[in-house]
């Protein structure tokens, strides 16, 4: 199964759900950024949370997320847009912290449960839309559903999970969100909330081969309006954009590279794909500046 999105519709429309796979997605950025399991967890759950956020948008908006909390896996960044693109990184990748009470990879303890989490959303308008709240829990599940009630005034639920093999690979990722729409009944409500209660943990539903319109069914018996979105790992890096990158340093700083090391490498913070330039190369960007 490969990685992808449904969005949907249930109960008449009064409810919306979203149910996504993202384990080959999780696990490209596991291997570019040689994520340590507990890393991984945090940065699969902050990504897939993006790639569900990014099917909310349309056209060529983009949603950027922010997870800036206390513990030591420093800052996680994740970004999506409506294509069904995503990436993600940490600040500290090489994050792994024993076990927690539950036996569980401990992702509050990596993420800090002090901080906050900004959601940026680039809507084609002047200003992006921006959305902070603060850290509820630093599991992230709790934390998103916490944004979507405070910020976006949208009552929710959101699932999120990452399991990693024994061999530090990603055996299964991926998420759910359910959201409350007007005109739901007391009754209906009572029977989600029964419902999101007794439903098992996404990895495990992942696992026993369970699709994302299969996870969608757990909630709700009758969806509808059925999307499906292909998911991928996506990085829009490239020489051209560090060339232009290098430029904008300014001549001094070009000039200091040039007399110093005499050469450059630049890393991409999202895909880890490292761009070199030798001093003939750093030469020919400087006459660029001459130019103009």
Do not use: W
Request: proline share 4%; glycine share 8%.
């Amino acid at each position: 199964m490969n990685d992808y999105l449904v969005r949907a519709t249930g109960l008449q429309g009064k409810v919306r759900l979203f149910a996504a796979r993202t384990t080959d997605v999780v696990e490209e950025m596991r291997r570019r950024h040689d994520l340590f399991p507990t890393a991984a967890a945090a940065v699969g759950r902050t990504a897939t949370a993006a790639a569900m956020m990014g099917a909310m948008l349309k056209g060529e908006e983009k949603v950027t997320i922010q997870v800036k909390g206390n513990g030591p896996i420093g800052q996680i960044v994740a970004d999506a847009n409506a294509k069904g693109e995503v990436r993600a990184y940490a600040d500290n990748p090489h994050t792994h912290l024993p076990s927690n009470s539950l036996g569980k990879l401990d992702v509050a303890g990596a993420v800090g449960t002090e901080g906050f989490i900004y959601v940026i959303k680039d809507l084609g308008l002047r200003e992006p839309y921006r959305g902070s709240i603060p850290i509820v829990s630093g599991e992230l599940a709790e934390d998103f559903t916490y944004y979507f009630a405070k910020s976006e005034q949208t009552p929710s639920a959101v699932s999120l999970g990452v399991l990693v093999d024994t061999d530090y690979s990603i055996k299964t990722a991926g998420g759910l969100i359910l959201q409350l729409l007007p005109g739901l009944e007391e009754d209906e409500i009572a029977e989600l909330e029964k419902r999101l209660a007794a439903i098992p943990p996404v990895t495990s539903m992942l696992e026993r081969g369970l699709t994302p319109e299969d996870m969608m069914r757990e909630l709700v018996d009758d969806i509808s309006a059925v999307e499906r979105l292909e998911l991928r790992f996506q990085c829009f890096c490239s020489r051209e954009r560090v060339e232009n990158t290098l430029v904008s340093l300014g001549k001094e700083e070009l000039d200091a590279i040039i007399e110093g090391e005499g050469s450059a490498e630049v890393v991409c913070h999202f895909c880890n794909e490292k761009y070199g330039f030798d001093r003939t190369e750093l030469t020919t960007l400087r006459e660029r500046l001459d130019a103009k």
